[in-house]
């Protein structure tokens, strides 16, 4: 090939690059215009305060059932293979773990399939602890997300509403759990705040306990309801206590396992 026409092709393949450069700078534009990297206004507008909304658990962290959550084994050692390696059994629901659509409707929405938008929102947190410290089952009702609207306005679209009720603090104990003789005891969502929270157009709830429902329910009909409606919600919230009603936004890490029900996720507000 001769010189000039080397020079031409190296002429041609500059120009494809920035053409391809610009394209995507112009993609870029265009995608945080129309809302689709949602992620990008929630940093760029946070002052860089996050706190860790996950609980550590292992295999002595309570479960609904008593059995262990999680175990390990120990596959590799560093004394032996240079290196450490555990294998885990993991049950999906224990510790901060998330309940995805399809953990209590057939055929709805699995883990791996949830979409990535709805993982980072506005957190919105309802605060029962004055109910809680007088019944261990109480619920958040309609009349606490109407209190919660009118002094802090609208709910937004697409937000997590988390429950405070204080039980994030009795965590790891068997407290947070149960009661001294055993009976399940902890406070939870009520069907007349998730019914009204979808119609606010609410994305998910969350506890600061084991489940959405309260210790003592009978029928798991915030479980029954909300997640075939195609929302999910997160259970074992920690420090909730460290953030303010309004104002924070949650970074929703569920796992991705194909076809799962939900799953153990690492949970985190920036504020």
């Known amino acids: 090939m001769c010189n000039a026409c080397l020079i031409e092709?190296?002429?041609?393949?500059?120009?494809?690059?920035?053409?391809?450069?610009?394209?995507?700078?112009?993609?870029t534009a265009a995608s945080v215009a129309s809302g689709l990297l949602s992620a990008r206004p929630a940093l760029a507008q946070a002052t860089g305060k996050v706190v860790d909304l996950t609980h550590t658990y292992d295999s002595d962290f309570p479960t609904f059932d008593g059995?262990?959550?999680?175990?390990?084994?120990?596959?590799?050692?560093?004394?032996a293979d240079g290196y450490n390696l555990f294998k885990l059994t993991i049950f999906e629901h224990t510790g901060t773990h998330i309940d995805t659509p399809l953990h209590f409707s057939e055929g709805g929405t699995s883990v791996d399939a949830l979409p990535v938008e709805n993982l980072v929102c506005p957190l919105c947190i309802i605060d029962i602890t004055a109910k809680a410290a007088e019944d261990a089952n109480a619920t958040v009702e309609a009349?606490?997300?109407?209190?919660?609207?009118s002094a802090n306005g609208e709910i937004p679209a697409g937000a997590c509403i988390a429950m405070h009720s204080g039980w994030g603090a009795k965590a790891p104990d068997a407290s947070w759990r149960n009661t001294p003789d055993g009976a399940l005891a902890f406070p939870g969502f009520g069907k007349s705040a998730t019914d009204l929270l979808m119609e606010t157009g609410a994305g998910s709830i969350g506890v600061d306990t084991m489940s959405l429902d309260p210790g003592n329910s009978a029928d798991f009909a915030v479980h029954y309801s909300w997640l075939p409606s195609g929302r999910f919600g997160i259970e074992g919230l920690a420090n909730l206590d460290q953030l303010p009603a309004t104002g924070a936004t949650v970074f929703i890490g569920a796992p991705k396992h194909r076809g799962g029900t939900g799953g153990p996720a690492r949970v985190m507000a920036m504020l």
């Open 67 to 79: 059995k262990p959550g999680i175990l390990y084994d120990v596959d590799k050692t560093f004394a």
């Open 143 to 149: 009349e606490d997300i109407e209190a919660w609207i």
């Open 9 to 27: 092709n190296v002429k041609s393949s500059m120009l494809s690059r920035r053409s391809l450069f610009t394209g995507a700078a112009a993609v």
